[in-house]
C-alpha cells in the first residue's frame, strides 16, 4: 500500500493537519478518515513500531484497577449503548477488557454473550467474573459457527489495521438485521494537535472524521441507525474523569490533584474552549446489517 493512500476508501487525496510523535496526521480528501503517515505496510510492522514508541513513563494497569476505571467509564456510556441491547439474545464484544460490557449485557437479558480479548491478564479477570467464553483471538482471526444479534467494538476502532478484513470478520458473524456498535473519537475540519492532550500514535492508526460513518455504512453494507456525539470538552472535564487512572502514573497525580482543587477543573474546561472549540467528539454509532446489500 503506498504510505499516504487512505486505508478505509483508497484515495491519494489527502492534506496534511499536523505532525505529532514523529508521524504526519494527514486527512482523506474523499472520506474524511484521519490517518498517520507513514502509515505502517503491515500489521507486523505497525506491532513493531508500536512497541519502538511505548514511552518509559506507560504502565499496563493490572486489571482490578482497570476493571475499576471500566465501571465508572460505562456508567456515562451505557446509556448510548444500550438502545441496541434491547431486543439482543445474542453478543460479542470485540475487545471486552475486563468484561464489564459483557456483565451490563448480561444484566439486559442477553443470554449468550461472548467476548475477545487479546490481554491474557484481562481475558482471564473477565472470564473469572462474567462466565461468559473469552476468546484470546483478534475478530480477524476468530472461527465459530455461532451469528450474532449484536456485536459491539468500544474505542478499538482507532488500533484496528485494516478495515476491510474488520467488517468482513463482523459482516460473517452478525445476524442479517443484526447491529454492530461501535464507540470511537471522532473529529470536525479544524481540529489542531492540541485538541487532544495525546493522539497516542502510532498506537492509534486513524481517527473518523464528521462524514467517515457514512462512507463505511455505504461500503460495506450496513445502514446508520443512529449516531449520537458527545463533545471531548463536556465529557473530559469532570471530577469523575480526572480521578479515573489511565496508564501514566504521572498523569494519573497530576489530575488527582487537579480534581480536588477548588475550580481547576471549570477553568481547565473554558480555556480548553476557548482555544479549541467543540471539534473532537465521542461517538456512538449503531449500524444495521443489510444482509443483500454486501459490497465488499
Ligand atoms: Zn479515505
Known amino acids: 500500500m503506498n504510505q499516504d493512500q487512505c486505508p478505509l476508501c483508497n484515495s491519494t487525496a489527502n492534506h496534511k493537519l499536523f505532525a505529532t510523535n514523529g508521524y504526519d496526521m494527514l486527512a482523506c480528501d474523499n472520506c474524511e478518515l484521519m490517518f498517520i503517515s507513514p502509515f505502517p505496510q503491515s500489521e507486523k510492522q505497525r506491532f513493531q ?16 484497577h482497570y476493571s475499576i476505571a471500566r465501571e465508572i467509564y460505562y456508567q456515562e456510556l451505557f446509556p448510548l449503548v444500550k438502545p441496541a441491547f434491547q431486543k439482543a439474545k445474542s453478543l460479542l464484544d470485540i475487545g471486552c477488557g475486563t468484561g464489564h460490557l459483557l456483565t451490563l449485557a448480561k444484566q439486559c437479558g442477553i443470554k449468550q454473550c461472548d467476548g475477545l480479548e487479546l490481554n491474557t ?5 473477565a472470564r473469572e467474573h462474567t462466565g461468559c467464553d473469552i476468546i484470546e483471538k483478534p475478530i480477524e482471526e476468530f472461527q465459530t459457527d455461532k451469528k450474532y444479534d449484536v456485536i459491539t ?32 473519537g471522532q473529529f470536525a475540519a479544524g481540529v489542531q494537535r492540541g485538541s487532544v492532550f495525546d493522539w497516542e500514535v502510532p498506537d492509534h492508526l486513524h481517527f473518523m472524521g464528521m462524514a467517515t460513518s457514512d462512507y463505511i455504512a455505504k461500503k460495506y453494507g450496513l445502514e446508520i441507525i443512529s449516531q449520537e456525539q458527545v463533545a471531548h470538552a463536556d465529557e473530559l472535564y469532570t471530577r469523575e474523569r480526572f480521578l479515573t487512572k489511565g ?26 474552549l476557548q482555544k479549541h472549540g467543540r471539534n473532537v467528539f465521542s461517538t456512538v454509532i449503531v449500524l444495521q446489517n443489510k444482509k443483500d446489500n454486501q459490497r465488499i
Do not use: M
Request: hydrophobic share 50%; charged share 20%.
Open 49 to 64: 513500531q508500536v512497541a519502538a514508541n511505548k514511552l518509559a513513563d506507560i504502565t499496563v494497569i493490572d486489571p482490578e
Open 121 to 125: 491478564a484481562r481475558a482471564t479477570y
Open 153 to 184: 467494538l468500544i474505542d478499538v476502532l482507532s488500533h484496528i489495521y485494516s478495515y476491510d478484513k474488520l467488517f468482513v470478520a463482523v459482516k460473517s458473524l452478525l445476524n442479517a438485521n443484526g447491529l454492530f456498535v461501535i464507540k470511537t
Open 247 to 272: 496508564r501514566s502514573c504521572k498523569r494519573n497525580l497530576i489530575k488527582a490533584i487537579l480534581a480536588y482543587t477548588p475550580f481547576a477543573i471549570k477553568l481547565l474546561k473554558w480555556q480548553y
